[in-house]
């Protein structure tokens, strides 16, 4: 590592200054493994695709990730209910904080009703939109100088599809962020920020928490028609986001 470190060094300060991230990097071989258990496997539904990248591009990918996540602690910009993927927080303090919530509704606000809507994106990295994504980060204030190294690192991605030991030809991925690169959670928390405002309105006894693609909206009222209402109108919403 010692003799190619200041290679990447200015490999590295190349790309985050001039906003292109290498060519040479954006090809990834997608290996599709069995889920366990899942039975018959003559659907795509019961496999996990993992894309292998490229291990220097991993680097710049974490170097970038780093910068990103530093940012968003020193600026505040993302929400701060978002428990994944960010530093100091793990899925404890996710529970530590659903359980309080939880708690505070019974107890210190004198309302008798607590439930939770629990949402889970299907395939959340491989179904992510390169323009929302790019327009969301803008929208958060993420650097320009960032945003062009992130749209060059979305823009004209190849990959391989590896079945058993069939092999594809490669093919261009215009959506999707690839679920091994340690850029790609912190992208998709600027991904899904604005589904956990949604569901964050303390004047409605209602709040969220998000743990990557995972998001549970706790909403509390003191009867159950009026939690029932409030519960049908958010979803209603979480589903409007969807579809934009």
Not at 22 to 51: D, E, M, N, W
Not at 120 to 143: G, M, Q, T, W, Y
Not at 192 to 208: F, K, T, V, Y
Request: proline content about 5%; overall charge positive; glycine content about 8%.
């Amino acid at each position: 590592m010692d003799i190619i470190a200041p290679a990447l060094q200015v490999l590295f300060n190349g790309c985050l200054a001039t906003g292109c991230y290498p060519k040479g990097f954006k090809h990834s071989c997608t290996v599709a493994l069995r889920k366990p258990g899942k039975g018959g496997y003559t659907q795509p539904k019961p496999y996990r695709p993992i894309a292998l990248l490229n291990t220097i591009g991993k680097i710049l990918d974490a170097v970038i990730a780093r910068r990103i996540s530093s940012a968003v602690e020193m600026y505040g910009l993302l929400p701060g209910e978002h428990m994944g993927g960010r530093k100091g927080r793990s899925t404890e303090h996710a529970i530590h904080v659903l359980l309080e919530r939880i708690y505070t509704a019974w107890y210190a606000s004198g309302v008798d009703i607590a439930s939770h809507l629990l949402l889970e994106v299907s395939s959340a990295f491989d179904n992510v939109s390169h323009p929302r994504l790019i327009h969301n980060l803008r929208k958060r204030r993420v650097d320009l100088q960032t945003l062009m190294l992130i749209d060059s690192f979305l823009e004209d991605r190849t990959t391989t599809l590896h079945v058993g030991m069939d092999t594809s030809a490669p093919f261009r991925t215009s959506t999707g962020i690839p679920q091994g690169s340690p850029l790609s959670p912190i992208l998709y928390l600027f991904y899904n920020a604005d589904l956990l405002e949604i569901g964050s309105r303390p004047d409605q006894n209602m709040c969220s928490s998000g743990y990557i693609d995972d998001v549970a909206i706790l909403v509390s009222s003191r009867t159950t028609e009026e939690k029932c209402k409030r519960l049908k109108q958010v979803h209603a919403e979480c589903e409007a986001w969807t579809k934009k």
